[in-house]
């Protein structure tokens, strides 16, 4: 099956900076890659995603790579701000599969 | 829309104690899972089900069963709850996203409900 590796588990940056954390996924099959954010107390909520037909997507401040060779993708965050901080989980799938496999997830902070 | 809802948000069970996490949906998705999340662990799935009538294991199913007897309902429910059990829960329920032809399923995630067994 998927298995999905996600670095860093936490990370620090102060606002303004950029942040990028990285994600590797082993089942080349594999084809699309949501990323979720949780801020504290809530649950996961979708903030971007992309399909292996495009190598980058963004959205505003945040961006997603995706490497197919390499079988890895990644989150951007420009400008990071403080409302940023919480934690991000990678996730990878493919088409027909109703499930997701996630990453352990990385905790960012961003300091004022 | 109130999305996915999850009952209760906080609960204490003493050890072989049994309960019931409900899990409701309003958004006519037929899919929906149930996860748990512990740190360091990220989510991991429970159970999920792909319509009324129907669930599947996921990757850690032990120790917990669930029912889908309505389409926007998807209960959790643990017979006899062990320490090993102490979690984070949280329900989600997805709808396909097509493109020409793939489909994918977005996942829509509930508040949580915080479990613990003493």
């Known amino acids: 099956g998927e298995n999905v590796e996600q670095h860093p588990s936490t990370l620090s940056v102060q606002e303004g900076d950029s942040a990028v954390i990285k994600c590797t996924y082993s089942?080349?099959?594999?084809?699309?890659f949501p990323w979720y954010k949780q801020e504290l107390g809530k649950g996961p909520q979708l903030i971007i995603d992309i399909r292996s037909n495009v190598g980058e997507k963004k959205d505003q401040r945040i961006a997603v790579t995706l490497n197919k060779t390499a079988k890895h993708f990644s989150l951007h965050i420009t400008e990071t701000q403080p409302e940023d901080s919480a934690v991000y989980f990678c996730a990878a799938t493919h088409s027909g599969y109703s499930t997701l496999t996630f990453g352990k997830g990385t905790m960012l902070l961003v300091s004022p | 829309n109130a999305g996915v809802t999850q009952t209760p948000k906080f609960r204490v069970l003493k050890t072989g104690q049994s309960m019931t996490l409900l899990c409701a949906q309003d958004?006519?998705?037929?899919?929906m899972y149930w996860y748990r999340q512990d740190p360091g662990m990220g989510l991991r799935l429970i159970h999920y089900s792909v319509g009324e009538g129907t669930t599947a294991k996921g990757e850690v199913p032990d120790g917990y069963n669930v029912s889908r007897l309505k389409k926007q309902n998807f209960l959790l429910g643990l017979e006899s709850a062990a320490p090993s059990q102490t979690s984070v829960y949280f329900c989600?329920?997805?709808?396909?996203?097509?493109?020409?032809?793939?489909?994918?399923?977005?996942?829509?995630f509930g508040p949580g409900t915080r479990l613990t067994v003493t």
């Open positions: 089942d080349s099959a594999s084809n699309y």
């Open positions: 989600a329920s997805s709808y396909p996203l097509t493109s020409g032809i793939n489909y994918w399923y977005e996942q829509y």
């Open positions: 958004m006519n998705h037929e899919y």
